[in-house]
């Protein structure tokens, strides 16, 4: 089942400040400022899909997503290739290039960066490493202009990242860093931030499907309203192309040889004893009292 924000390719040809018919995909209407490139690329294989998108700096933004993973290494420069075609540009016309940096799959996370860094090379372009956790809050609320998000992704080990992301004036950044803890651990955080009651908080990211049962009863009654209006959105190459050119605009994009992944956890994998303790553990939850 494909997480909400993704279709399998969703294209546009509209005029600047409308949308493509597109159920389901928030889209993203950037007025291009006078110092930005004219076209940016822009891609993120953070999760178990591969997401590429070229904003072509007049409000259109094309966008192709398909399965990524393992895959994701051989599709992505092909993918680009197939957007550019539709476009009907080159890759010399590109301007500025984008990648989710993390945290996620360290496959993924070193694939994008892999690419990212061999294209702005040969374009001599300038690179955004987009936080992945700020791509998710983006393309969760494409619409929102002030105001606060967490985002919180499945890290798998029975981990979970988070981040908290402000909008204000339009204008996305991350509040703090990226984190990596358990569902309780996580939970304990959000509630000496926010309280007991986070009222209308907007909550978005795949973890509050994958850790339900855990962070409800970590984060109490309170919490319930806005866990269940959480928002399961996967990021998404047009959230990290818009990012990536209002970073630029900020001054903030670097060279190719210093563009770096965010891996936020440096470990990749349970050893067979904490698998094994980690499936008695859950087993042992689930088991009546």
């Known amino acids: 089942m494909r997480p909400r924000g993704y279709t399998a390719q969703a294209r546009c040809g509209l005029r600047a400040g409308t949308h493509p018919a597109a159920p389901d995909a928030p889209h993203f209407s950037v ?10 690329l822009a891609f993120d294989s ?15 933004v094309l966008q192709g997503t398909e399965p990524g993973g393992a895959r994701a290494s051989q599709r992505l420069l092909p993918l680009v290739g197939e957007l550019l075609a539709q476009a009907g540009r080159t890759l010399a016309e590109v301007g500025l290039i984008g990648f989710g940096a993390g945290p996620g799959a360290f496959t993924g996370l070193r694939a994008a960066c892999a690419a990212a860094q061999g294209l702005a090379r040969g374009l001599r372009c300038p690179v955004v490493p987009v936080p992945t956790l700020l791509a998710v809050a983006a393309a969760a609320e ?20 988070w981040a908290r ?11 703090g860093p990226s984190h990596v803890q358990s569902p309780r651990d996580a939970a304990a955080c959000w509630r000496r931030e926010f309280g007991d009651d986070p009222g209308a908080l ?7 499907v994958e850790h339900t049962q ?8 309170g919490w319930a309203p806005a ?15 818009a990012l990536a050119r209002a970073a630029h605009v900020r001054g903030e994009s670097v ?19 904490e698998r094994a303790r980690a499936k008695a553990a859950a087993a042992a939850s689930k088991s009546p009292a």
């Open 31 to 40: 007025r291009t400022p006078v110092n930005s490139p004219s076209i940016v």
């Open 46 to 60: 953070s999760t178990e899909w591969l997401s590429v998108a070229l904003d072509l700096g007049d409000g259109r």
């Open 142 to 161: 494409p619409a929102l202009r002030d105001g606060c998000v967490l985002a919180a992704d499945d890290a798998r080990m029975g981990e979970l990242y």
């Open 165 to 175: 992301a402000e909008c204000a004036a339009g204008s996305w950044r991350l509040a």
């Open 202 to 208: 907007p909550l978005c990211g795949n973890a509050w």
């Open 214 to 221: 855990a962070l409800g009863e970590a984060l109490g009654a």
């Open 227 to 241: 866990l269940s209006a959480a928002r399961t959105v996967a990021p998404q190459a047009a959230a990290v192309a």
């Open 255 to 273: 060279q190719a040889a210093d563009a770096r992944p965010l891996y936020v956890r440096d470990k990749v994998a349970l050893t067979s004893d």
